[in-house]
């Protein structure tokens, strides 16, 4: 199997506070993860690519120091939202990669709701 | 720049009957890969089947099987036997092989399905 797991799947928080969200792969090695935002009712839109032990590859529009990826090890990222607003509420999901020619595999996601 | 389009918002099926899901895709590289996600209102994407670029036969994995027409620039996802449990929303994706594992997703496609 290729499980990942995401953690916490539900966050209600108040403004300005920094929001960390983590993504583990379970049963394998991950050298690439992925970070996607979705809004209701609409497609996943990535957001960065995070390869273990080097830094994030942010998409075109994507805040490098409002979403901070951290990918320590090959089995977790983590995607902190810093100074979190309620225009950051959102659909956060990751995903993991076994290799480059392998699916990528999801994490439940996190919804994130910013008071 | 690639691009993936799903012309159905929305779709209605019987149950047991077959349904067909549309996508097509825009590139000019020739080497990548096409993917249908599934997403149920829980949210978790679950990764349903791939079709690589030069795959000569259309993949296949248990209910489900892909239409791929490749001078048509189509993958189109086809359900045989509809269950209730296949309500969701369906997204299709594509991968460019030398695209830095990036997916890129269509819009979606709600599936209802009905007894």
């Known amino acids: 199997g290729a499980v990942v797991s995401q953690h916490p799947s539900w966050v209600i928080c108040k403004s300005g506070t920094s929001v960390k969200i983590e993504c583990r792969s379970l049963?394998?090695?991950?050298?690439?993860m992925f970070w996607y935002r979705q809004f209701p009712k609409q497609s996943l839109m990535l957001m960065a690519t995070s390869n273990e032990g080097s830094k994030a590859t942010y998409e075109q529009g994507v805040e490098k120091d409002k979403f901070l990826i951290n990918h320590a090890s090959l089995t977790l990222s983590t995607l902190t939202v810093t100074s979190a607003h309620p225009e950051d509420s959102s659909f956060y999901i990751c995903s993991a990669q076994k290799g480059s020619n392998q699916p990528q595999h999801f994490g439940d996601g996190t919804r994130l709701s910013i008071l | 720049a690639q691009k993936i389009t799903q012309t159905q918002p929305g779709m209605f099926v019987q149950e047991k009957e077959a349904v067909t899901l549309d996508c097509t895709y825009d590139?000019?590289?020739?080497?990548?890969?096409l993917f249908w996600y599934k997403q149920p209102s829980s949210g978790e994407m679950i990764f349903l089947i791939y079709?690589?670029?030069?795959?000569?036969q259309n993949a296949t994995e248990g209910r489900y099987s892909l239409n791929f027409q490749k001078a048509r620039k189509s993958a189109n996802l086809v359900i045989s036997a509809s269950q209730l449990g296949d309500s969701a929303m369906y997204f299709c994706?594509?991968?460019?092989?030398?695209?830095?594992?990036?997916?890129?997703f269509g819009t979606g496609t709600q599936l209802k399905v009905e007894l």
């Open positions: 590139t000019s590289d020739p080497s990548y890969g």
């Open positions: 994706a594509m991968k460019l092989t030398g695209g830095g594992n990036k997916l890129t």
């Open positions: 049963d394998f090695q991950a050298t690439t």
């Open positions: 079709q690589g670029s030069y795959d000569q």
